[in-house]
């Protein structure tokens, strides 16, 4: 009998999708277990859809091109030939970070102090 290695856990993280056009159907798949924990239809009013997921997932859309990917706040842009009825693979955050976020070069200027107000005589 041989052992199968177990993939490594993965930390969990949040994938969040907007749409740029109406009636844009999604589907997010999580690649090591096979589970579906999103799917739906978007279109430009509704609110962002925030998914959580562990391990690496693919996204499966009718119009992939239309879609705005964020994963833990990051946005996540879609390859320019990816369009159609296609799916993106989102990478897991265990193996690949978060790109860090912007962060200020200067230090912060100190605020000026707030003129005192004159005492009622």
Known sequence: MVAVPAP???????????SVKSGVRYQVIEQN???VP??????PRDKPVVINVK?????RSSAVEHLR???DGIPFP?????TGAM???LPDTFTT?????ASASAPAAPKAPAPQSKKGR
């Open 78 to 82: 879609i390859p320019a030939h990816v």
């Open 69 to 71: 990917v964020q994963i």
């Open 87 to 89: 799916f993106v693979a």
């Open 97 to 101: 970070p978060p790109a860090p976020k």
């Open 33 to 35: 277990t096979g589970e």
């Open 55 to 59: 391990g690496p997932s693919e996204l």
């Open 8 to 18: 490594p856990a993965s930390r969990p993280h949040q994938i969040t999708l907007t």
């Open 38 to 43: 999103g799917l739906g239809v978007l279109s």
